[in-house]
């Protein structure tokens, strides 16, 4: 009952930035967590970023610490993702997810249960 729809990927030189949306509609939306994965090809999706809907506490992976920034928004039930400083290895699907309940940590795909359908980021060098 739950979908997320991201937004805002597309192509970008290196040492530019792009912000991501993602919003989530649905007759009830619950959520523990909101995360951004990404997954190159021939890659496993790998966690980028999480935040807690209610306090807004972040977790960010180390290989974008200091250049990503991950927000929300309660009242348009939207995160979003600063991108800054993009390097080519940032080219990715990015993927938006949310987290239910608190079962697993932050940095696990099993931990979410709705993903969204993913937006294009590629980054030249």
């Known amino acids: 009952q739950v979908q997320l729809v991201e937004s805002g990927g597309g192509l970008v030189q290196a040492g530019g930035s792009l912000r991501l949306s993602c919003v989530a509609s649905g007759r009830t939306f619950i959520s523990y967590a909101m995360g951004w994965f990404r997954q190159a090809p021939g890659k496993e999706r790998e966690f980028v970023a999480a935040i807690n809907w209610s306090d807004s506490s972040t977790y960010y992976a180390d290989s974008v610490k200091g250049r990503y920034t991950i927000s929300r928004d309660n009242a348009k039930n939207t995160v979003y993702l600063q991108m800054n400083s993009l390097k080519p290895e940032d080219t990715a699907v990015y993927y938006c997810?949310?987290?239910?309940?608190?079962?697993?940590?932050?940095?696990?795909?099993?931990?979410?249960?709705?993903w969204g359908q993913g937006t294009q980021v590629t980054v030249s060098s």
């Open positions: 997810a949310t987290m239910v309940k608190r079962l697993h940590t932050y940095y696990q795909r099993r931990s979410y249960d709705y």
